[in-house]
């Protein structure tokens, strides 16, 4: 990954700490007490049944919600950073945020525009080729299948080359042969030092891609397990434990 920190207006860092993080909503408790550090070159899944507040984390790194109590920082800096710290971040979620009625050189013109890249198009095409759908540039996205769409929704969080990437449930709906391209891509970002946080049900998926794993339970950390092995079965009996027993 090229350093984009000699930008005006951007900044890097090379990990990323959650120190006794909250978050309600109301009354609710989304999230208590969550405590991680993530650094370049690692995956880190987020894993927990529905509800647990996985995506609350997400958005929270993503600086799309602010803690309730705790902080969250990128090296030295804090989200109050603003759009110099956005700016070295990528999302991918649920939504993919792209434009069926245009192409799939279009829809990545038009967010390397947005992000102020240099040369729009060459990225746009440089994003496709690697995603192995230089051959569909001037296809509608409409036209595509989950995958394909996947791909590009993919290069779209990557157009601007940011330090961190957050993908929430990045697998859902893909094939065994698109969810194999996906990680084979997460790995090729691990190895250009990208910090990846990933939120996932497909403990198979990612019993075979993560370097670290915080389990997550009612909002509470259940968890937190170095190089896991055997996800299903960990992650079974991790859900079963006493949370007043839960620990590192």
Do not use: C
């Not at 951007?10 to 405590?35: N, P, W, Y």
């Not at 192409?103 to 947005?114: M, P, V, W």
């Not at 970002?189 to 198979?204: F, K």
């Amino acid at each position: 990954m090229s350093d984009e920190s000699s930008r005006p207006n951007a900044l890097d860092f090379t990990d990323i700490s959650v120190e006794e993080v909250s978050r309600s909503f109301g009354r609710r408790r989304a999230l208590s007490r969550v405590t991680f550090r993530a650094a370049q070159g690692e995956i880190l899944g987020i894993l927990g049944p529905n509800g647990a507040g996985k995506s609350t984390l997400l958005a929270i790194l993503a600086t799309l919600l602010r803690p309730t109590s705790g902080r969250v920082r990128y090296g030295g800096a804090t989200d109050t950073q603003g759009a110099a710290l956005r700016a070295r971040i990528g999302v991918l979620g649920h939504d993919l945020f792209l434009y069926p009625e245009l192409t799939a050189r279009e829809n990545l013109e038009f967010f390397a525009g947005l992000h102020a890249v240099v040369e729009p198009r060459h990225a746009a095409d440089e994003a496709l080729d690697r995603a192995g759908l230089g051959t569909r540039a001037d296809d509608p996205v409409s036209t595509f299948s989950r995958g394909m769409r996947q791909r590009v929704a993919l290069e779209r969080a990557l157009i601007h080359q940011p330090r961190l990437l957050l993908l929430d449930e990045p697998f859902t709906g893909l094939d065994d042969a698109s969810a194999s391209a996906l990680v084979a891509r997460l790995r090729e970002l691990r190895r250009t030092g990208a910090i990846l946080v990933v939120a996932t049900h497909d403990l198979e998926i990612a019993d075979r891609l993560l370097d670290h794993a915080l389990f997550l339970r009612d909002g509470r950390p259940a968890a937190s397990i170095a190089q896991p092995e055997r996800l299903r079965s960990t992650y079974q009996d991790v859900m079963t434990r006493p949370l007043d027993g839960a620990g590192t």
